[in-house]
């Protein structure tokens, strides 16, 4: 077994006092503006002047900011969100230069409102955790216990659109390899079924989005009904934000689970790798793959894999997986989408197509693993 430093981030829900509420909502304020702000006098300086401005720039021109009359209620709120927010939008550049994400967007008051707090503006004695310019703890629901070993480096608060505030603590961590596993996996990801493993076991999709639908569209036309700007809007609004966090909760808690056992069961884990943002152009198709949520599952078990001494080896996604028999290795030459069961014409073994497949993706995994090669399933 072997140790690990990882960055590690712990989540809780908390319940501010009003004069918190109201003091976050400045922060909130204060941060959006200033990331709005600076974000246009960025792309207002390359499209005019073929300038880049950076980091220090922006920060310099903060400070000048908080210096003009129509501009000291800055001032109000702790300094270190607002240098945060120009950190952030730094790497929200960085990311669109080096190509792995697209141009960073004006933030709105209607989504996702959040602050972050480095070091020198929090408090955090091991149980209660205070912010700057804030007289009195934060009320946290802590439903798990902090490691002791862990310090804290960054808090970030935020309130979701359903009006929950929550408050990520990340920590320098240290995780421990798990001992070794016996069992062997291979995983077909499917819509009916979420995951077939190679050991027969069919596994239900939650269809957390489903089973909300039909609620969700009656309180969107619920909301559409609502004249702008009045209180019955926002409380309309409120409504479909709430199915939204129940829709994601349900179904971030699946994978967990899911996820978590079978790192816990398995010392390898074969995975077929899936083109998902291509299968989504299919109109009939992409609700339920979107539901399904496959990239986040793989994004889970590839990082808890590695933290845990597990190997997770991505199979090719044109691997003929469905078509071979596992049995003999005899590859039919086609297999439409109704043919859920089916003869292999050469040893004449009855195969369900989905076990079928998933006893291949297992094989292929292990020969590759066996080889020392490495497929990197984060591509879905």
């Known amino acids: 077994m072997f140790n690990m430093d990882v960055k590690r981030a712990y989540r809780f829900r ?30 207002d300086a390359w499209f005019n002047d073929q300038k880049r401005i950076g980091y220090h720039e922006t920060s310099a021109m903060l400070t000048a900011l908080k210096k003009q ?3 000291t209620w800055l001032n109000e709120v702790s300094s270190v969100p607002l240098q945060q927010s120009l950190m952030h939008l730094h790497k929200g550049f960085l990311g669109f230069f080096e190509r792995r994400a697209k141009y960073p967007s004006l933030k709105s008051r209607r989504d996702k409102q959040s602050a972050t707090y480095v070091a020198s503006a929090f408090k955090w004695d091991g149980k209660t955790l205070k912010l700057a310019k804030m007289t009195e703890a934060l009320n946290v629901r802590f439903s798990r216990t902090l490691p002791k070993a862990a310090v804290v480096s960054t808090v970030t608060v935020s309130k979701d659109s359903a009006g929950r505030y929550f408050v990520s603590m990340l920590c320098d961590d240290t995780v421990t390899a798990r001992p070794a596993a016996a069992g062997r996996v291979g995983i077909d990801l499917g819509l009916t079924h979420f995951a077939i493993l190679s050991t027969g076991e069919k596994i239900a999709a939650p269809k957390a989005f489903r089973a909300n639908e039909t609620k969700l569209a009656r309180a969107q036309r619920a909301l559409a009904r609502k004249p702008k700007g009045s ?12 199915l939204h966090a129940r ?5 971030k808690d699946f994978l967990h689970k899911l996820s978590t056992r079978l790192i816990n069961e398995n010392q390898v884990i074969a995975i077929e790798t899936l083109a998902v943002s291509n299968m989504q152009k299919n109109r009939h198709l992409s609700k339920s793959i979107a539901d399904a949520s496959w990239s986040e599952f793989v994004r889970q078990l590839e990082y ?3 933290w845990y001494g597990r190997t997770l080896v991505g199979i090719d996604r044109w691997y003929p997986s469905s078509k071979r028999c596992s049995a003999c290795g005899h590859v039919v030459r086609s297999m439409p989408l109704n043919v859920r069961k089916w003869t292999c014409p050469e040893c004449g073994s009855v195969h369900d197509r989905d076990i079928n497949a998933a006893r291949n ?13 490495s497929v990197n399933p984060v591509c879905m």
């Open 247 to 251: 829709i994601a909760d349900t179904r």
């Open 14 to 43: 908390f319940y501010p006092t009003p004069g918190q509420e109201v003091m976050l909502a400045r922060t909130f304020g204060c941060a959006r503006f200033v990331y709005n702000h600076m974000l246009r006098q960025r792309t």
């Open 304 to 306: 808890k894999s590695r």
């Open 361 to 373: 993706v297992l094989a292929a995994g292990l020969a590759v693993s066996a080889l020392g090669e």
């Open 231 to 242: 209180a019955n809007r926002l409380k309309a609004r409120l409504k479909v934000a709430r």
């Open 69 to 71: 009359p129509e501009f």
